[in-house]
Every structure is written in C-alpha cells, then in structure tokens.
T-cell receptor, first 116, second 109 residues
C-alpha cells in the first residue's frame, strides 16, 4: 500500500509564479490536511477537508487554496508565491469516525519548496 | 504562549540510555495524545497514541499522559542509533490537532 504520495519532491519557484502541490492517498480516508513545517515552529495547518466537496481553513491559510473533488486527491495551490512560503509541505489524511476514535493522521513524504 | 510546548533540544545520548521526551499543553479539551517520529527529510510517522491519562507501552517505548498537569512524556528504553530522529508530540480533539515543535534526538553508538 502506497499510503500518501506527494509531488513534486522538491521545487524551486520564482516569486510571483503559481504552483500546485499534489497529494494522493489510497487509504480511502475521508479527511485530508495540508501542513507546512518550519524550523522552530513545528507543523502548522494550512487547510483541511473533512470529506470530498468540503474544505476549511487552518491556522495559516493566507496565500493558499485547496480543492477536494474526490476522496483521494487534495491539491494545494499557491496562486502567487512569496519567499515566506519557502517551507516543507506535508499532506496528511485520517479516517474520521474511526472505531478507535483517534482520527490519527498519516503523513506523506513532503514537498520541499523554495521561493526565490 | 503556544498551545503545545516542546523543548527542541537537541538531545544527545549514548546508545543504551533511557531517553525522556516531554511536552506541556494549555488546552484541557485535548483528548488524544500522540507521538510522531520524523527521520531527516521524511514525513512524520505515528509512533504511539494514548487516550486520556495513563500509560501505554509498546516494546521499548512508553507514553505517559497526565491530564491534571497537562503534561505528556515519551520514554525510550535501551536507545539505539536507529532511534535518532526528531520526535513530535501531538494532541487533538477529534481531528483538530496541534503539534509541538519537535525534539531532535541523536543516539551515539
């Protein structure tokens, strides 16, 4: 089982350009998440989706947008990148309402983005 | 004040040592408490989770939760070089999860 895949692995992007980070999961989890990880700040939630067709804002949503057209895919778009968006981006998924009740999140391998 | 506080380290121990990693938190609504391990340039992977207060043991790892003190711990016995990683605590109410900044651990042979 692949779990969660993310693409690209890394990217260098010029400021002002747009980019979409891809995330696909094969666990049929209903919830998906995007985080950014910065040194000293830990993981911060950007956007989330509890089910296909719905999305919500996390702690740091500005400058990012998401869509959830189906269960498996949850792309993150930067419409006009800025240097402060240089970070490592992680996609995660969880099974909301799982029997054990933990809603434990499982993470992808990450995308390293540098905005110059 | 951050919702979750975690000493970033770095922490360096000799092989075979007992390691203690800790987090404190401020939101008493948190119900689930997790520890993730993250190797360099990899995504976090779930190590252990506990519900409410108490202890949970899994091999060399023991997780403790003290909700009255808003304090959680992860103990690693007989630490190995392969345990060298960053350890993230996390806690949640349903899928609203908050993470600590992570503690970087190095176990030296």
């Amino acid at each position: 089982t692949a779990g969660i895949t993310q693409a690209p692995t890394s990217q260098i992007l010029a400021a002002g350009r747009s980019m979409t980070l891809r995330c696909t999961q094969d666990m049929r989890h209903n919830a998906m998440y995007w985080y950014r990880q910065d040194l000293g700040l830990g993981l911060r939630l950007i956007h989330y989706s509890n089910t296909a067709g719905t999305t919500g804002k996390g702690e740091v949503p500005d400058g990012y947008s998401v869509s959830r057209a189906n269960t498996d895919d949850f792309p993150l778009t930067l419409a006009s990148a800025v240097p402060s968006q240089t970070s490592v981006y992680f996609c995660a998924s969880s099974d909301l309402g799982s029997p054990e009740g933990t809603d434990t999140q499982y993470f992808g391998p990450g995308t390293r983005l540098t905005v110059l | 004040q951050k919702e979750v506080e975690q000493d970033p380290g770095p922490l360096s121990v000799p092989e075979g040592a007992i390691v203690s990693l800790n987090c404190t938190y401020s939101n008493s609504a948190f119900q689930y408490f997790m520890w993730y391990r993250q190797y360099s340039r990899k995504g976090p992977e779930l190590l252990m989770y506990t519900y409410s207060s108490g202890n949970k043991e899994d091999g060399r790892f023991t997780a403790q939760v003290d909700k009255s003190s808003k304090y959680i711990s992860l103990f690693i016995r007989d630490s190995q070089p392969s345990d060298s990683a960053t350890y993230l605590c996390a806690m949640s109410v349903r899928n609203d999860m908050r993470f600590g900044a992570g503690t970087r651990l190095t176990v030296k042979p």
